[in-house]
């Protein structure tokens, strides 16, 4: 996947394309695999990195939404679920079966969230990862060593799915890639084509060199997320806003503070969600907050007081509360929640149901959903994006498309992550002794990694690699910033090849 050979492929075109997309995250990623998978012409923009928004700043979870059940929305979760069991299915690499446990302090609330995640299972059926069950108070704390005992009634296990965002992200690009489509990054979108009133392409133009690109469409795709609307005005300034800005942020702490393989999970917090502390490369991840915001900012970040509000929550249900001084790193990120009528304050009520929507002829927006059930919301944009163009009429094929890399030979290998690229990471790490050296001693990272992500999956600045390519930024701030010389001196001799 080279950007130079997809820049070269998107200027020289001259017959319009079966579909431009707008948004390299989880959603745009998907349509554009879906699409090509279709035998569809596909060009994918997005101005920034690929899933540099929402899609890499998540929770890391596959699940169906245990909270969106005790809402009463049993139609989200039973697809959430189905589409959980797919993506294990078909990237087995990335995505991997995690035990949940959940300490009860009344002996009420066993019965009740038995009762639930019971019911959980019996909604995901045959693609259920694990069977729920009670727990007594001894067994709580042997599966989570540092959780609170004082007044402990016992607890629930039950299993959700873990998965690595970014990875699953770039991976889901190079497929798309894989099957024909041209995919770039760093390629904001400055304007909307139009013909007789309706769009039929797009005008963007490459950051690093300034070019300015018009691709016409025989239809656009707008998945933009939290930024969709930014896309609606550029064809009607008069359109209403259709997002609802939520923002959802993020602690990492030590490992000490959950120093197992099970996860935890606080079932009730002030603001009316639940809140996770899950196992995640070597360290402790405890999210998220849902704070409604007037818009997204391109680079958003988790305030001081949702970082005291997730402190303060946890602190309740571990025996040593962490503190601002534990924190390594923090990250948010923005939910495209679809705008309803309502006079809550709040957006924890809001449902995570997507919409698609055609507010002019010739462009197709789709918002809203969640990472789970991307591959359905692509099926869906796809053939009704296709029947608005009057496409070829063509079956969806990623249902059970296994994704780039899910043949890896050896998941515990340190390259596991790759997949069946593995092979090729280690024989660039192996190339040279430089690149064989780890990147920080408090990280597994290596320099051959920088160099691969820039050969082969488009990274182009240290962010790129950092924050998506490997997952530093997400993990450790300091380490991550001493690390941000090298990664730039690396990417600066790959740029130049």
Same mark, same amino acid.
């Given at each position: 996947?080279?950007?130079a050979?997809?820049?070269?492929r998107a200027?020289? %075109?001259r017959?319009?394309?079966?579909?431009?997309?707008?948004?390299?995250?989880?959603?745009?990623a998907?349509?554009?695999?879906d @699409?090509?998978?279709?035998?569809?012409?596909?060009?994918?923009?997005?101005r920034?990195?690929?899933?540099?928004?929402?899609?890499?700043?998540?929770?890391?979870?596959?699940?169906g939404?245990?909270?969106y059940?005790?809402?009463?929305?049993?139609?989200l979760?039973?697809?959430?679920?189905?589409?959980?069991?797919?993506?294990?299915?078909?990237?087995?690499?990335?995505?991997?079966?995690?035990?949940?446990?959940?300490?009860?302090y009344?002996?009420?609330?066993?019965?009740?969230? =038995?009762?639930?995640?019971?019911?959980?299972?019996?909604?995901?059926?045959?693609?259920?990862?694990?069977?729920?069950e009670?727990l007594s108070a001894?067994?709580?704390?042997?599966?989570?060593?540092?959780?609170r005992t004082?007044?402990?009634?016992?607890?629930?296990?039950?299993?959700?799915?873990?998965?690595?965002?970014?990875?699953?992200?770039?991976?889901?690009?190079?497929?798309?890639?894989?099957?024909?489509?041209v995919?770039?990054?760093?390629?904001p979108?400055?304007?909307?084509?139009?013909e007789?009133?309706?769009?039929?392409?797009?005008v963007?133009?490459?950051?690093?060199?300034?070019?300015?690109?018009? @691709?016409?469409?025989?239809?656009?795709?707008?998945?933009?997320?939290?930024?969709?609307?930014?896309?609606r005005?550029?064809?009607?300034?008069?359109t209403?806003?259709?997002v609802?800005?939520?923002? =959802?942020?993020?602690?990492?702490?030590?490992?000490?503070?959950?120093?197992?393989d099970h996860?935890?999970?606080i079932?009730?917090?002030?603001?009316? %969600?639940?809140?996770?502390?899950?196992?995640?490369?070597?360290?402790?991840l405890?999210g998220?907050?849902?704070?409604?915001?007037?818009a997204?900012?391109?680079?958003?970040?988790?305030?001081?007081?949702?970082?005291?509000?997730i402190?303060?929550?946890?602190?309740?249900y571990?025996?040593?509360?962490?503190?601002?001084?534990?924190?390594?790193?923090?990250?948010?990120?923005? %939910?495209p929640?679809?705008?309803?009528?309502?006079?809550?304050?709040?957006?924890?009520?809001?449902?995570?149901?997507?919409?698609?929507r055609?507010?002019?002829p010739?462009?197709?927006?789709?918002?809203?959903?969640?990472?789970?059930?991307?591959?359905?919301?692509?099926?869906?944009?796809?053939?009704?994006?296709?029947?608005l163009?009057?496409?070829?009429?063509?079956p969806?094929?990623?249902?059970?498309?296994?994704?780039?890399?899910?043949?890896?030979?050896?998941?515990?290998d340190?390259?596991?992550?790759?997949?069946?690229?593995?092979?090729?990471?280690r024989?660039?790490?192996?190339?040279?002794?430089?690149?064989?050296?780890?990147?920080?001693?408090?990280l597994?990272?290596?320099?051959?990694?920088?160099?691969?992500?820039?050969?082969h999956?488009m990274?182009?600045?240290?962010?790129?690699?950092?924050f998506r390519r490997?997952?530093?930024?997400?993990?450790?701030a300091?380490?991550?910033?001493?690390?941000?010389?090298?990664a730039e001196?690396?990417?600066a001799?790959?740029?130049? @090849?």
């Amino acid at each position: 996947m080279n950007r130079a050979d997809m820049l070269a492929r998107a200027a020289d %075109r001259r017959e319009p394309w079966d579909l431009v997309i707008v948004g390299g995250g989880a959603t745009g990623a998907g349509v554009a695999l879906d @699409a090509a998978v279709r035998g569809y012409s596909v060009l994918l923009v997005e101005r920034a990195d690929f899933g540099s928004g929402t899609s890499s700043r998540s929770t890391k979870l596959v699940h169906g939404g245990v909270r969106y059940l005790r809402q009463g929305n049993v139609g989200l979760v039973t697809d959430a679920l189905r589409e959980r069991g797919r993506l294990r299915r078909n990237a087995p690499h990335l995505v991997h079966d995690l035990a949940f446990v959940l300490p009860c302090y009344r002996r009420f609330d066993l019965l009740q969230y =038995g009762i639930g995640l019971t019911a959980y299972d019996l909604l995901a059926g045959r693609e259920r990862f694990g069977r729920s069950e009670l727990l007594s108070a001894r067994r709580v704390v042997r599966l989570l060593p540092t959780v609170r005992t004082d007044k402990l009634r016992g607890g629930v296990l039950y299993h959700d799915g873990q998965f690595d965002d970014a990875r699953l992200l770039i991976t889901l690009i190079r497929t798309a890639a894989d099957r024909g489509a041209v995919v770039l990054n760093h390629t904001p979108v400055t304007a909307l084509l139009k013909e007789g009133g309706r769009v039929c392409g797009v005008v963007f133009h490459d950051a690093e060199t300034g070019v300015e690109i018009r @691709a016409a469409a025989r239809v656009v795709v707008n998945a933009a997320g939290p930024f969709c609307d930014d896309v609606r005005h550029l064809a009607d300034p008069t359109t209403p806003p259709l997002v609802a800005a939520s923002q =959802g942020s993020h602690v990492v702490l030590p490992r000490a503070f959950l120093p197992t393989d099970h996860a935890l999970l606080i079932p009730e917090t002030p603001d009316g %969600r639940v809140l996770f502390a899950i196992p995640w490369h070597g360290h402790t991840l405890v999210g998220t907050t849902d704070v409604p915001i007037p818009a997204a900012p391109t680079d958003p970040a988790a305030t001081a007081a949702e970082i005291d509000f997730i402190l303060e929550t946890a602190g309740r249900y571990l025996a040593k509360p962490p503190t601002r001084a534990d924190v390594l790193a923090t990250f948010a990120g923005v %939910r495209p929640l679809v705008k309803v009528a309502s006079t809550s304050a709040t957006t924890a009520a809001l449902a995570r149901d997507h919409v698609i929507r055609t507010d002019q002829p010739g462009l197709v927006t789709i918002t809203g959903g969640k990472w789970t059930t991307y591959r359905a919301m692509a099926e869906e944009c796809v053939t009704a994006a296709a029947r608005l163009a009057g496409l070829p009429r063509r079956p969806c094929g990623t249902a059970e498309l296994r994704l780039r890399g899910a043949s890896n030979p050896d998941p515990g290998d340190e390259f596991g992550g790759y997949g069946s690229d593995a092979a090729g990471v280690r024989a660039v790490v192996q190339s040279d002794p430089a690149l064989a050296d780890r990147l920080h001693p408090d990280l597994p990272y290596r320099a051959g990694e920088v160099v691969w992500a820039a050969r082969h999956e488009m990274a182009r600045t240290p962010d790129d690699v950092l924050f998506r390519r490997l997952r530093a930024g997400a993990l450790n701030a300091a380490a991550t910033e001493a690390m941000r010389p090298r990664a730039e001196q690396l990417l600066a001799v790959e740029r130049r @090849a």
